[in-house]
């Protein structure tokens, strides 16, 4: 039974499929608080069928409850309902139906509007909706529209619930808030199960965190077909000029876009060192020896960087492909950031990290190529990709 002395939840959503039992149930968790309650009916007498329904259905609820038709505009009768007194709406399936075949509607509009005289309402109100995304994918557009538009519905509503229910062959399953006897929607034993397993989750992962007690510079390579690697070593220089750090950037290939990262990190003066120093992509320069002269010249400058002690994160932006065009000696580079000063940290990005380099390296990402929205057509935009 409902406690009596738990107030009810503001708004409630209730799903289910046909004949799930959603309405008896959610008749139920209204007629459990003092009436007189509202009963919203969306229903429109279409044919002589469905005035035989609504006609039983009307027959069925004697006071205290009254009922109110409200096939089109459903938002004020949410709006009109007397303060206090609990309300059900059954159904928004067919309202939502009856507003598709308005053709003067604005079924956007009309939505907003119930969504946010629902978000508005005092309450107790309940809504009792059809969950029509389960099954097969409808034949035709209409109802693949009604599908879509119904799960849209249901979703936004949900977002602005306090309780959301979904029922199947009778049974309520609460998934958000709390169910008809106050109890949250995990059980108590399930909640001491999960309360057990982080506890023994949290005393391994102390200890492991304990365990650890080296700290040093690290060789952090970003590598691998997928987008994102620079972008997380700048999210990570991000962090270290937070901590008051001065970092330095040396481009390799990179150099005739003007980036929105470097527009950003110049706001911080001279704790950053920046130096682009590519001349662009080598599909783009089409001279090998020009492109090698100014790798050869980037790692002369990525070298004093090393060097200064004052530099504590280092992005060696691209230098991956510099290597895989063997632009650069690859032992002399390997050698030198290994022996770099014990307190500097060095990021390397770019595709094709050559395997001595992974060998040497402390931390290595592959960033995967699952999906890239430029094999739709889509180009490179400023603020994403620079």
Not at 76 to 88: C, F, K, M, N
Not at 133 to 153: H, M, Q, S
Not at 307 to 334: K, M
Request: glycine share 8%; hydrophobic share 45%; aromatic share 6%.
């Amino acid at each position: 039974m409902p406690d009596p002395d738990r107030a009810a939840p503001r708004l409630t959503l209730v799903l289910g499929g046909a004949r799930s039992g959603k309405s008896a149930y959610a008749e139920g968790l209204v007629e459990a608080l003092p009436g007189p309650w509202r009963y919203v009916a969306t229903a429109r007498a279409w044919d002589e069928e469905m005035r035989e329904r609504i006609a039983h259905h009307r027959a069925r609820r004697a006071p205290p409850w009254d009922t109110v038709d409200a096939p089109r505009d459903l938002a004020a009768a949410i709006r009109g309902a007397p303060v206090g007194r609990p309300v059900l709406v059954d159904c928004l399936t067919l309202w939502l139906t009856n507003a598709m075949l308005d053709d003067g509607a604005d079924l956007a509009a009309e939505v907003t509007a119930l969504v946010e005289a629902c978000r508005a309402a005092a309450g107790p109100l309940v809504l009792v909706s059809n969950e029509v995304g389960f099954g097969i994918v409808p034949e035709n557009a209409l109802a693949r529209r009604f599908r879509d538009e119904a799960g849209r519905l249901h979703q936004r509503l949900a977002t602005v619930a306090d309780r959301v229910v979904l029922v199947v062959a009778g049974l309520p399953m609460v998934l958000k808030g709390t169910d008809v006897q106050g109890r949250d929607s995990v059980s108590d034993e399930e909640a001491a199960r999960h309360r057990a397993k982080m506890e023994k989750r949290k005393a391994v992962q102390d200890a492991e965190v304990a365990a650890k007690t080296i700290e040093k510079g690290l060789l952090i390579v970003h590598t691998g077909p997928g987008k994102g690697k620079s972008t997380a070593a700048f999210g990570l220089m991000l962090r270290a000029l937070g901590r008051g750090w001065r970092v330095g950037v040396v481009q390799f290939i990179k150099g005739a876009w003007e980036t929105g990262e470097r527009f950003a990190l110049e706001r911080f003066g001279d704790q950053v060192d920046w130096h682009t120093m590519g001349e662009g992509f080598t599909w783009e320069t089409q001279d090998r020896d020009r492109d090698v002269a100014a790798a050869r010249a980037a790692w002369a400058q990525a070298e004093a960087l090393m060097a200064d002690p004052g530099i504590r994160l280092l992005i060696l932006d691209e230098l991956n492909i510099a290597l895989r065009y063997d632009y650069l000696p690859l032992a002399e580079v390997v050698d030198a950031l290994s022996r770099r000063r014990p307190d500097l940290h060095v990021v390397v990005t770019g595709r094709n990290a050559k395997p001595e380099l992974v060998a040497a390296a402390d931390l290595v990402t592959e960033m995967a190529l699952v999906k890239h929205h430029f094999a739709a057509g889509v180009k490179a935009q400023e603020g994403i990709e620079f």
